[in-house]
């Protein structure tokens, strides 16, 4: 019952924009840092973008920098990754996870700790 939920991938042209969503449901993202993973096929799983348990740290992989924007609403139990000029090579299933605990968001994107949970990842393709 405790699991992540992505939404918000899809269809979209070079240069648009997509806004992903994760809901925790069954727990509280509160003590949890949450990161963005992606994985094209035949690729290994990559960091994208993640962000401290209070919102006040976060880390970019460098070919997202300046597109995309990572931000949590603790309320909501929700984090967001806001992705715009996207490229093709953007392309890939976008999974959402979270560390409970002491960690860095630089650790968390390099994947230094298996996360406590993982989304079932949402798909997008970036494609004229």
């Known amino acids: 019952q405790l699991q992540l939920v992505e939404s918000g991938g899809g269809l979209v042209q070079p240069g648009g924009s997509l806004r992903l969503s994760c809901a925790a449901s069954g727990f509280t993202l509160d003590y949890y840092a949450i990161g963005w993973f992606r994985q094209a096929p035949g690729k290994e799983r990559e960091g994208v973008s993640c962000i401290s348990s209070g919102g006040g740290s976060t880390n970019y992989a460098s070919f997202v920098k300046g597109r995309f924007t990572i931000s949590r609403d603790n309320a909501k139990n929700t984090v967001y990754l806001q992705m715009n000029s996207l490229k093709p090579e953007d392309t890939g299933v976008y999974y959402c996870?979270?560390?409970?605990?002491?960690?860095?968001?630089?650790?968390?994107?390099?994947?230094?700790?298996?996360?406590?949970?993982w989304g079932q990842g949402t798909q997008v393709t970036v494609s004229s």
């Open positions: 996870a979270a560390i409970f605990g002491t960690t860095t968001v630089q650790a968390m994107c390099a994947l230094s700790r298996s996360p406590n949970y």
